[in-house]
T-cell receptor, first 118, second 111 residues
Framework: GAVVSQHPSWVICKSGTSVKIECRSLDFQATTMFWYRQFPKQSLMLMATSNEGSKATYEQGVEKDKFLINHASLTLSTLTVTSAHPEDSSFYIC??????????????FGQGTRLTVV | GDSVTQMEGPVTLSEEAFLTINCTYTATGYPSLFWYVQYPGEGLQLLLKATKADDKGSNKGFEATYRKETTSFHLEKGSVQVSDSAVYFCAAGRAGTALIFGKGTTLSVSS
């Protein structure tokens, strides 16, 4: 099946610094990718929808200036957590759906990135 | 908006027991339905899916049937194994849109 690669799988950073997380679709084109955040023992909460060549669409309550999303190509979306603080520590997961071909295809998920801000 | 509700866990079973995890959805129209599994420290893996009413998804002994009349997609397995211990997420979505997830159900299977 299709593969979505997310990097890094874990990162520890100091408070006030910025962290970039990459999400790549390896064998299909993804005009749209999705970024989720997962708190411990909780479900995935959609943060934003990343659209290739245009601005991301953020969910209510998500600070767009803090969570910068760039989708510069059909296979790469990046999430940058700017001026990270301990409360930003979480598990971030990206997802992409192969939009060429059958409708309602499954969503493929990256491995997730464990961010710890100290 | 669309939503997914699944039974809260944790669910604790002995090996070879029967498993049911309930999932219902609220949506306009007929979204595709999915079950994902997450092992500790890992991302989500698709377990099974169904794209239209009465479809049955199945994989690794797990099954779920898309029931339009009850807006449900309950996950079942006849005989669980210790290796099935994980968190299971029910999700719904349409082509090109983000999936909506349930809260997840933790399954623990003991030998």
């Amino acid at each position: 099946g299709a593969v979505v690669s997310q990097h890094p799988s874990w990162v520890i950073c100091k408070s006030g610094t910025s962290v970039k997380i990459e999400c790549r679709s390896l064998d299909f084109q993804a005009t749209t990718m999705f970024w989720y955040r997962q708190f411990p023992k909780q479900s995935l909460m959609l943060m934003a929808t990343s659209n290739e060549g245009s601005k991301a669409t953020y969910e209510q309550g998500v600070e767009k200036d803090k969570f910068l999303i760039n989708h510069a190509s059909l296979t790469l979306s990046t999430l940058t957590v700017t001026s990270a603080h301990p409360e930003d520590s979480s598990f971030y997961i990206c997802s992409a759906r192969d939009q060429q071909g059958a409708m309602n295809t499954e969503a493929f998920f990256g491995q997730g990135t464990r961010l710890t801000v100290v | 908006g669309d939503s997914v509700t699944q039974m809260e866990g944790p669910v604790t079973l002995s090996e070879e027991a029967f498993l049911t995890i309930n999932c219902t959805y609220t949506a306009t129209g007929y979204p595709s339905l999915f079950w994902y599994v997450q092992y500790p420290g890992e991302g989500l893996q698709l377990l099974l899916k169904a794209t239209k009413a009465d479809d049955k998804g199945s994989n690794k002994g797990f099954e779920a049937t898309y029931r339009k009349e009850t807006t449900s997609f309950h996950l079942e397995k006849g005989s669980v194994q210790v290796s099935d211990s994980a968190v299971y997420f029910c999700a719904a979505g349409r082509a090109g849109t983000a999936l909506i997830f349930g809260k997840g159900t933790t399954l623990s299977v003991s030998s």
